[in-house]
T-cell receptor
Framework: GAVVSQHPSRVICKSGTSVKIECRSL??????MFWYRQFPKQSLMLMAT?????????EQGVEKDKFLINHASLTLSTLTVTSAHPEDSSFYIC?????????????FGPGTRLTVL | GENVEQHPSTLSVQEGDSAVIKCTYS??????FPWYKQELGKRPQLIID???NVGEKKDQRIAVTLNKTAKHFSLHITETQPEDSAVYFC?????????WGAGTKLIIKP
């Protein structure tokens, strides 16, 4: 199946700093990428949908100025958590939809564990 | 919008027995229903999916059934093994995105 990478896999930062997470589709083009957040023992929560070349669509309750998303190419989307605080500590997972394949299936990255001290 | 409910939240079965996880959805326009398995700290992995024009699909020990009229779909795992222990999520595709169930923690007792 299609491969999605995510970097970094784990990051620990001080409160107030910004953290950038990269999501790459390695062997396919992804016109749409999704960013999820998952707290312990909970389901995946969709934060935003990222479309190549256009502004991301954020879910209700997700601050677009705090979670900056850039999808500048068909293989790369980035999520920047600005001025991170301890409550932002979570598991962030991206997924990508293959533009050429089945319209529905999403391929997930390995996730990024963010810990804000 | 779409709402997906998943039951049970925790399921404990004896190794070798079968496990069944059920989900219901609300949007009759949903047409794709994947099931994901997620191990602790790892990404969700697609284990099986079904489209709305099919009533049942099977892949070795795993099967999924879909009842469009009742708007529910179920995951069936037979001959459970220790490596089946994980959290399982159902999802429904609606309005260009996946709507997720809350997850079921499956525990396989030796």
């Amino acid at each position: 199946g299609a491969v999605v990478s995510q970097h970094p896999s784990r990051v620990i930062c001080k409160s107030g700093t910004s953290v950038k997470i990269e999501c790459r589709s390695l062997d396919f083009q992804a016109t749409t990428m999704f960013w999820y957040r998952q707290f312990p023992k909970q389901s995946l929560m969709l934060m935003a949908t990222s479309n190549e070349g256009s502004k991301a669509t954020y879910e209700q309750g997700v601050e677009k100025d705090k979670f900056l998303i850039n999808h500048a190419s068909l293989t790369l989307s980035t999520l920047t958590v600005t001025s991170a605080h301890p409550e932002d500590s979570s598991f962030y997972i991206c997924s990508a939809r293959d533009a050429s394949g089945g319209v529905n299936e999403q391929f997930f990255g390995p996730g990024t564990r963010l810990t804000v001290l | 919008g779409e709402n997906v409910e998943q039951h049970p939240s925790t399921l404990s079965v004896q190794e070798g027995d079968s496990a069944v996880i059920k989900c219901t959805y609300s949007d009759s326009a949903s047409n794709y229903f994947p099931w994901y398995k997620q191990e602790l700290g790892k990404r969700p992995q697609l284990i099986i999916d079904i489209r709305s024009n099919v009533g049942e699909k099977k892949d070795q020990r795993i099967a999924v059934t879909l009842n469009k009229t009742a708007k529910h779909f179920s995951l069936h795992i037979t001959e459970t093994q220790p490596e089946d222990s994980a959290v399982y999520f159902c999802a429904a595709y609606s309005n260009y995105q996946l709507i997720w169930g809350a997850g079921t923690k499956l525990i396989i007792k030796p």
